[in-house]
């Protein structure tokens, strides 16, 4: 049975079918919802010198949450216009985008975690593995990839 559902949003295409996907099943099981955004910050400079600390990098830091922050505020209105029975909630966090939704499945004993396919470059992708993959490998919970 399908009682609580991860669904991983980053502002793509594929992670707004993957929110679509996710609300849909969600309605056919009367599942929950929490609507996950992980904000990857920039970091600039060395370990010995980071420039993150600097004002103007704290500027940037904090209206790129704001930003974060408006996408889980209009994820989660479309999901109640869509679903208005669904029990839906958001989260924003900060890190590594695989290890943070990872962390959230396995805290909240999600059953289903819902990601988008292909947001990375294909080099990245190539040599560090691409987000929905990682997920998929690391999860303890299924994993949907929507493309």
Not at 124 to 136: H, I, P, Q
Request: proline share 3%; net charge negative; charged share 20%.
């Amino acid at each position: 049975m399908i009682s609580k559902i991860l669904i991983c949003i980053d502002g793509t295409d594929c992670a707004q079918r993957a929110l679509e996907f996710g609300l849909d099943l969600a309605g056919k099981y009367s599942a929950s919802v929490k609507i996950l955004n992980v904000l990857e910050t920039p970091i600039f400079g060395t370990p010995e010198n980071p420039l993150a600390n600097s004002a103007g990098m704290a500027g940037f830091v904090k209206d790129l949450r704001k930003v974060h922050e408006e996408m889980l505020i209009r994820a989660a209105e479309e999901g109640a216009s869509l679903h208005s029975g669904l029990k839906i909630s958001t989260e924003l966090k900060e890190g590594n985008p695989p290890e943070q939704i990872v962390a959230t499945a396995a805290e909240g004993n999600f059953d289903v975690v819902v990601v988008g396919h292909g947001s990375n470059s294909r080099i990245r992708e190539f040599f560090l593995g691409g987000t929905s993959e990682r997920v998929a490998h690391l999860a303890r919970s299924a994993v949907f990839i929507v493309k």
